[in-house]
């Protein structure tokens, strides 16, 4: 049994301390609007506003996308580089985007102080939708989240229900390895370092159709895509100042048509940036507006990763990324 | 693509070789040289190394109409820049296994070690990955028509 409060007392308490001694300019962290069933980012950069801080498993972003923009703004000409540090409140599974950006050197240790939440799962914010279908769209106001035992009791204005967890639990939670932060200044809650192994029993099935089953499944759903470019932008990895999809000169690599030639090549390289690299935070898939299983992708490069390179992303700030190493003895039996 | 159809028996399939500047294209030189016989149908595009190679090289030619690829560099340990080409064994391996699990045929992408002695073996190459391209037909997929 999780409580909610007291891990959000927790977070406050920890912002409020940094803030006030001046460690950090801002605490990036969540807050929670009365209108929205889910909580949504939230930048404290005074004392008073950490009061607004909020935790629940309905706290779903990688916040480390504004991390990685606060650490990319440059000073004007002639001023001394930026040496403030951020706070931020993680995840388990963001902290290792945060190990990443360390990896790659976006992110200097010294300048971001980070609190990790010991939780246990997010929920997927359409099955919540889907279990508030039957409260009126007036009471959905004020949602917060209590544990239960093996039940969420999901509270609104005027009325209560309670939903397994089960039903709630977002995908990526189910093939999560890791339960605690795998850097952190501060934890919050409590609990130990678990490890469930991970079989990528999602993808075996698409694994293993045929060729043509397989390049139907992807045609149909490369088809789909609008190129709203929504995957990369909520990525907090794909950070390139310049994107190769936006570049026009020396060379257009993808034209902005939206067919399935463009579309599976857009897919293809953007999966291929991230090899390696992806902690399947599963950011992509949610902000993807057409549904597209953007994950399916990443999980089998990650698979592949461990596989041929024995490589497992965003664990420890002392490797070298996947592509920016190799090993004489790599797997290369397919090359003649 | 009526036309294709029509002359299928004429098709000839497009291939896109990226050859590294110190082994592979000197093997090729090598071939040529030695008047050893492969088929025409091979386009070399020379590099530096085959580390160079990006993925998006690949995807792009297959976009443009390629129906097959052949990536070929210096024999691990022989590279002219020391590691270049372990980078691309690890990029274009991984590539290989992606294409295969969107279901594009990954045996339309080959790499081959090929050292500036082996214009033999280039020769060989170039024919056996020829005939196997014949074999499977023109590439449509990524190239996005029916």
Not at chain 1, 51 to 74: A, F, H, Q, R, S
Not at chain 1, 279 to 306: T, Y
């Amino acid at each position: 049994m999780i409580d909610f409060k007291a891990l959000e007392a927790e977070i406050k308490a920890t912002a409020k301390k940094w803030l006030e001694s001046g460690e950090v300019k801002f605490v990036i962290g969540y807050e929670k609007s009365p209108e929205s069933p889910i909580a949504r980012p939230f930048f404290a950069h005074t004392p008073e506003d950490t009061e607004k801080l909020y935790w629940g498993p309905d706290c779903i972003n990688n916040l480390t996308l504004y991390l990685v923009e606060e650490m990319k703004k440059k000073p004007k000409k002639g001023q001394p580089p930026f040496t403030h540090a951020v706070g931020i409140v993680v995840k388990p599974c963001d902290s290792r985007t945060i190990v990443e950006l360390m990896k790659e050197h976006m992110v200097p240790r010294e300048r971001v102080k980070i609190i990790g939440v010991i939780s246990e799962e997010s929920i997927n914010p359409d099955k919540l939708y889907l279990a508030l279908k039957n409260v009126p769209a007036s009471q959905r106001r004020n949602i917060r989240f209590h544990d239960a035992g093996e039940n969420f009791r999901i509270t609104y204005q005027g009325g209560e229900l309670s939903v397994p967890k089960k039903e709630l639990e977002a995908d990526k939670c189910k093939v999560c390895v890791v339960h605690k932060a795998v850097i952190a200044d501060v934890f919050v809650g409590t609990g130990e370092i678990e490890f469930k192994p991970d079989d990528f029993s999602d993808i075996k099935e698409l694994e293993e159709m045929s060729e043509e089953e397989r390049w139907k499944y992807w045609e149909q759903q490369m088809s789909r895509c609008v190129r709203c470019y929504a995957c990369r932008d909520a990525c907090p990895l794909c950070y390139c100042e310049e994107c190769v999809f936006d570049r026009e000169k020396p060379y257009r690599w993808v034209e902005k048509s939206v067919q399935v030639r463009e579309n599976s090549f857009y897919h293809l390289v953007r999966a291929m940036h991230l090899a390696g690299r992806c902690i399947d935070c599963g950011e992509c898939q949610r902000v993807c507006p057409m549904e597209i299983p953007i994950r399916q992708l990443n999980r089998f490069l990650i698979k592949k990763a461990k596989d041929r390179f024995k490589v497992f992303s965003g664990m420890n700030a002392e490797e070298k990324p996947m592509f920016g190493t190799y090993d004489l003895d790599d797997p290369g039996e397919e090359i003649k | 693509m009526t036309q294709e159809n029509e002359a299928k028996d004429e098709w000839e399939p497009k291939i896109i070789g990226f050859l590294c500047n110190w082994c592979s294209y000197t093997g090729a030189d090598l071939a040529g040289t030695s008047r050893l016989q492969y088929p025409p149908n091979i386009r070399i595009i020379k590099v530096m190394c085959s580390g160079r190679v990006n993925p998006q090289f690949i995807l792009k030619a297959f976009q443009e109409g390629a129906d097959g690829i052949l990536v070929s560099g210096c024999h691990p340990g022989d590279c002219h820049y020391i590691e270049g080409n372990y980078h691309a064994r690890r990029k274009l391996t991984l590539l290989m296994d992606l294409l295969d699990y969107m279901g594009v045929d990954s045996k339309r992408f080959q790499m081959s070690w090929v050292s500036a002695s082996e214009g033999q073996k280039f020769a060989e190459v170039v024919t056996t990955f020829t005939n196997q391209i014949k074999e499977m037909g023109p590439q449509t997929k990524l190239r996005g028509v029916k």
